[in-house]
């Protein structure tokens, strides 16, 4: 008997201060691996675990915009049909950005059959334990983490991987099968970028070569042309 499959969305949220080719690799690998249908760029508003100096969220959505132009014709050159949009439903959020709240509003959204994962770097898995009512989230979407070279997600993670041990596979067909409630732990995706080692980067006046290898042009472009990063 042929089984219809579910309605599969990933959501990747984030600063993006700024957007780098490991976010968007991260959503082509995650397109790739879960099917998706849909992929939802989610620029945080006030992420209530950042300091007050991050850039404002006027440029943080511009450079997102740029960095889904480019993450669409990825996309198309190798043959991924996943839709792409971006969401300012954080943004427009008053007050701090607590994913839980995302994910419910989401959930809402999409209805109780829809396959909801929250995307995320090795990262964010190891500073999960301190996001407001983390323990709650797989009753909303699933996790799909997302490691890095070297990076061990079980090691130092001891109270998420406690809290989540019997939610945790290897197996991304779960999540495709499910609507929420899956920790997938993925290890064949391996980069290393992080926003705030690209934000020193700028300050220490790393070359445009250099810097080119790890944003995408448009955003770069929008950065050098708003004056973004530097002498801060």
Not at 58 to 69: Q, T
Not at 123 to 127: C, P, Q
């Given at each position: 008997m042929?089984?219809?499959?579910?309605?599969?969305?990933?959501?990747?949220?984030?600063?993006?201060?700024?957007p780098?080719?490991?976010h968007l690799r991260l959503a082509e690998h995650f397109s790739r691996v879960l099917q998706l249908d849909h992929i939802i760029w989610m620029p945080a508003g006030q992420p209530w675990q950042k300091s007050s100096d991050i850039t404002p969220a006027?440029?943080?959505?511009?450079?997102?915009?740029?960095?889904?132009?480019?993450?669409?014709?990825?996309?198309?050159?190798?043959?991924?049909?996943t839709k792409i949009e971006i969401s300012t439903l954080e943004m427009s959020r008053?007050?701090?950005?607590?994913?839980?709240?995302?994910?419910k509003e989401i959930r809402a959204l999409y209805g109780p059959e829809t396959s909801i994962t929250w995307l995320m770097g090795a990262?964010?898995?190891?500073?999960i334990k301190t996001w407001h009512q983390w323990p709650e989230l797989p009753q909303?979407?699933?996790?799909?983490?997302?490691?890095?070279?070297?990076?061990?997600?079980?090691?130092?993670?001891?109270?998420?991987?406690?809290v989540f041990a019997d939610k945790q596979t290897l197996d991304p067909q779960l999540l495709q099968l499910s609507p929420q409630g899956h920790v997938l732990f993925d290890q064949s995706l391996q980069i290393n970028l992080s926003s705030s080692a690209l934000r020193d980067g700028f300050y220490n006046n790393a070359s445009w070569d250099e810097l080119a290898d790890a944003i995408p042009p448009l955003v770069l472009d929008y950065i050098e042309a708003k004056g973004l990063y530097r002498n801060e």
């Open positions: 042929d089984i219809k499959k579910r309605k599969s969305i990933g959501i990747l949220g984030g600063t993006f201060d700024p780098h080719w490991g006027k440029h943080r959505l511009a450079m997102s915009e740029y960095a889904i132009e480019t993450l669409h014709d990825l996309f198309v050159d190798h043959h991924i049909y008053e007050g701090p950005s607590y994913v839980i709240d995302t994910a990262d964010s898995w190891a500073n909303y979407v699933h996790l799909a983490v997302a490691s890095r070279p070297e990076a061990d997600l079980g090691n130092g993670n001891q109270a998420n991987n406690a």
